[in-house]
């Protein structure tokens, strides 16, 4: 495409995304774009919204689908250091949008910093822990955040201070089509305590978390005063399979993926649970995964 040789350099064409997921269940993209810098990804969205291409961002790929058929435009991974580090700047730390939950939870213990660690097993990126406000039984991420570093819908490096922003358990209302970091403020304590936390929150998690195989999720975002799993559990769905897709027996809001499993599966059996929801006790279930 005419409009994108400029960015030849950090740009394939007709890339596979199955690397790029957790279920591994993937078509190709048109363009795989890996930026250098926060200026270049600026300058790669102006053109992409000026000449109507289309562009979107991939985390991780832990909470999406991707159907069989070919993803139009520029699909971009901020796997550049310019969008994975850490700085601490003394009062609060600044994250890469694209440095995962992991990351940031290591580099928050090492350094005594304390409130990231009951996320632990939570996979993900800080951009798209933002963009869902992702939350455990401490709170939501939210209460951390104090500034948001942002490419505009004009393609400008903007910054965003959290009272700008409209936070609620399913999301915010940030419009900003791109997120470059996100500054959060955090309370200081021992190291052992930090760890003592990280360890108690693993333990829980882990036991609801598919262990060893490849899975989607989570599927559903909660209904006010539910959640999916417990609707799912009641409705029967455990254990309910649609060709290779399962749901998973640890936590129903999750899809297991077995080797002879493909996209449509999963795609079909959502659709079966949500309309076996609604049917038994009139509840529209949202969907948290996102499917391209």
């Known amino acids: 495409m005419k409009y994108l040789m400029e960015f030849e350099p950090i740009i394939k064409k007709s890339s596979s995304l199955s690397p790029h997921t957790f279920s591994g269940l993937a078509g190709v993209c048109e363009y795989l774009a890996e930026p250098r810098s926060k200026e270049e990804l600026a300058a790669l969205f102006k053109t992409c919204h000026t000449n109507k291409i289309p562009f979107r961002i991939l985390g991780n790929g832990c909470n999406l689908l991707v159907r069989s058929a070919v993803v139009p435009g520029v699909v971009v991974k901020l796997t550049n250091p310019a969008f994975c580090g850490f700085e601490n700047l003394g ?11 992991f990351s940031a939870i290591s580099f928050c213990s090492q350094n005594n910093m304390a409130g990231f660690e009951t996320l632990i097993g939570i996979p993900g990126t800080i951009g798209g822990a933002l963009l869902s406000n992702t939350s455990d039984k401490s709170g939501p991420i939210s209460r951390f955040v104090r500034k948001i570093e942002v490419i505009d819908s004009l393609g400008i490096i903007q910054i965003r201070d959290k009272e700008e922003i409209s936070f609620s358990d399913k999301g915010n209302d940030l419009r900003d089509p791109v997120i470059l970091s996100v500054e959060f403020a955090f309370e200081i304590d021992k190291t052992e305590s930090i760890v003592k936390r990280l360890r108690k929150a693993w333990i829980s998690r882990k036991i609801q978390l598919p262990l060893g195989v490849p899975y989607a999720g989570k ?25 290779g897709a399962e749901i998973c027996d640890r936590d129903s809001n999750y899809i ?11 795609l079909r059996l959502i659709e ?21």
Do not use: C, Y
């Open 91 to 101: 009062n609060t730390v600044r994250m890469g949008a694209g440095a995962s939950i």
């Open 219 to 243: 599927i559903f975002k909660n209904p006010r005063g539910l959640t999916a799993a417990s609707l799912m559990e009641q409705g029967g769905f455990q254990k309910t399979k649609v060709g």
């Open 256 to 266: 297991v993926i077995h080797p002879n499993a493909v996209v449509e599966d999963v």
């Open 272 to 292: 079966q649970v949500k309309q076996g929801i609604r049917e038994r006790f009139n509840v529209d279930l949202e969907l948290e995964i996102t499917i391209w």
